[in-house]
């Protein structure tokens, strides 16, 4: 399992979180957990497949904000007391 966290600009308010979102969910089906902050300029989620960094660039981008990275790390789900 990966966890991806996209660097995001340009999202105002919590209409712009959700077009954000919908657009990740949109390009990586699989995506788990997809949340996005204005606050912090960033998206989240998590996949069982490394997503393709050139594709979620395109969809931030045709979704009119604009695209400043993309990190995919692995992610070890934790159990309750862990």
């Excluded at 105002?12 to 902050?37: L, N, Y």
Aim: aromatic share 8%.
């Amino acid at each position: 399992m990966f966890k991806t966290t996209i660097k995001v600009d340009g999202m105002m308010c919590g209409m712009c979180e959700a077009h954000v979102s919908d657009a990740i969910r949109k390009a990586v089906p699989e995506a788990k957990k997809v949340k996005a902050s204005r606050a912090k300029k960033e998206a989240t989620f998590l996949s069982d497949e490394q997503p393709d960094s050139v594709l979620i660039e395109k969809v931030i981008k045709d979704t009119g904000y604009d695209f400043l990275g993309c990190v995919s790390e692995p992610y070890k789900k934790r159990g309750i007391f862990g």
